[in-house]
């Protein structure tokens, strides 16, 4: 298994009243699922929003020029967060499964004419 250490902080945006410890915990949880990424993550945010009916989790990651978005819904941001980072795991191992199903290969060079 390849694991890419490198993992970029996610911008966080919050919406209604989220405790910074709620923040923290879900930035530790995408952080942890991050680290299940087949290629190198190149831009990362999360969305907490409490003033949503049911306490909502977004997270938006590109891995490598594949972008992947993923939302859950739960009676708290910590569920909420669990079932994100369960979500974002179980996409991050398709890919890896699926390569064909990412970002086309780039073409092979080709010599000038001269």
Known sequence: ????EQVISPQVHTHG????????YA???LEAALHHAPAPVLRTSLT??????????????????VGLHV????????????LMQERLRSRL?????RPQQGPPAPLPETGSPQ
């Not at 939302?71 to 967060?81: D, F, K, N, P, R």
């Not at 191992?93 to 499964?97: A, S, Y």
């Open 27 to 29: 930035v530790a949880k």
């Open 48 to 65: 907490l929003d409490a003033a949503a009916p049911g306490d909502r989790v977004d997270a938006h990651v590109d891995v490598n020029g």
């Open 93 to 97: 191992r398709r890919i890896r499964r």
């Open 1 to 4: 298994m390849t694991r890419i």
């Open 71 to 82: 939302h859950a819904v739960g009676e708290t941001l910590q569920e909420a967060t669990d």
């Open 17 to 24: 009243e989220v405790a910074p410890e709620a923040a923290a």
